[in-house]
């Protein structure tokens, strides 16, 4: 299983940005998705996580209501679209998938993961 992210790059607070999230050697209607950023220390931070069906979502409390998750199941690829990006959103987005039904939170729940984009976001 392979990842691949693009979409990643330099905005300015308030702009929109879209990531994307390919996959191969998977079927991506077998596998939950999420996206992760890179926090202050070892861990990563989960910013939202999809179910196999596409219907389920999780999202973490910084983001919920300016980014969402979405996915095409056909064309094995996973979005991030986030709205009214602010500073502290800078950082690598990692996508992630774990072969499952229901979306996870947990970093430790994914077992494959792209090399990840960055998004800056400055004046």
């Known amino acids: 299983v392979q990842l691949w992210e693009s979409g990643g790059g330099q905005v300015q607070p308030g702009d929109s940005l879209r990531l994307s999230c390919t996959g191969s050697g998977l079927s991506m209607s077998e596998y939950v998705m999420a996206w992760f950023r890179q926090a202050p220390g070892p861990e990563r931070e989960l910013i939202a996580s999809i179910g196999s069906t596409g219907l389920e979502t999780l999202y973490g409390d910084s983001v919920k209501g300016r980014f969402t998750i979405t996915k095409d199941n056909a064309g094995n690829t996973v979005y991030l679209h986030m709205n009214n990006l602010r500073p502290g959103d800078t950082s690598v987005y990692y996508c992630?998938?774990?072969?499952?039904?229901?979306?996870?939170?947990?970093?430790?729940?994914?077992?494959?993961w792209g090399q990840g984009t960055q998004v800056t976001v400055s004046e």
């Open positions: 992630a998938g774990r072969r499952g039904t229901k979306p996870k939170m947990a970093e430790s729940s994914f077992a494959y």
